[in-house]
């Protein structure tokens, strides 16, 4: 899964769709790319979720290596877009979120407990990690699909299509891909789906 959501680059675009779809999954309503009105400037919020009880605007860090740290800058930044907005829009119920598909140093997590900021990543939270929401509610990225080659993949996400459940009989067509193949793929996404 880990390799599947790197692949889903160079540019975090796709990764901020993924977290969108990860939040549609907890029963918000989604936007991409949001331009907010902050007291002092305004602020391109990567999504923002909105639900009756709440609303979560985030900041989505994608990173091709792997082995890349958030370190305690990356919190401390997204808390102070987070002051700047909620001082122009003192009547907006939100909270801050910031999604990494890598980890967080131990530093970045003390301060964003400090600030109230919710973090997912691959390191945490411990028993609700990107990767563990992203199976538990079958979100999984076109990329973890091994009947798609490379070329066919970048196709999708260039279409916007990143997660598996959107991959349907007529964009497989689009890739131009024989009657056989498109079974296979639709194959892979159903038992993928239908994964307990």
Not at 15 to 30: D, N, Q, R, V, W
Not at 65 to 90: G, M, T
Not at 124 to 139: A, D, G, M, S, V
Request: proline share 4%; with cysteine; charged share 30%.
């Amino acid at each position: 899964m880990k390799r599947a959501i790197y692949k889903l680059g160079p540019t975090g675009y796709p990764f901020e769709i993924l977290c969108a779809e990860m939040l549609k999954s907890k029963g918000y309503k989604t936007k991409v790319s949001v331009i907010k009105k902050g007291k002092f400037v305004s602020h391109e919020v990567d999504v923002v979720a909105t639900r009756p009880d709440g609303d979560i605007y985030c900041e989505c860090k994608f990173h091709n290596r792997k082995y890349y740290k958030n370190d305690v800058k990356i919190p401390l930044y997204v808390h102070a877009r987070y002051l700047d907005i909620k001082e122009a829009n003192p009547g907006l119920n939100f909270k801050y979120a910031l999604i990494s598909n890598t980890q967080f140093s131990e530093d970045a997590i003390k301060y964003a407990k400090g600030v109230d900021l919710l973090l997912f990543s691959m390191n945490y939270p411990k028993k609700n990690t990107f990767c563990h929401l992203i199976q538990r509610y079958r979100i999984y990225p076109i990329t973890v699909l091994s009947t798609l080659r490379a070329r066919e993949k970048k196709q999708l996400l260039d279409k916007g299509i990143v997660i598996i459940k959107h991959i349907n009989k007529a964009c497989l067509k689009a890739l131009n891909l024989n009657d056989s193949e498109i079974r296979k793929v639709l194959k892979e996404v159903k038992v993928l789906m239908s994964k307990e």
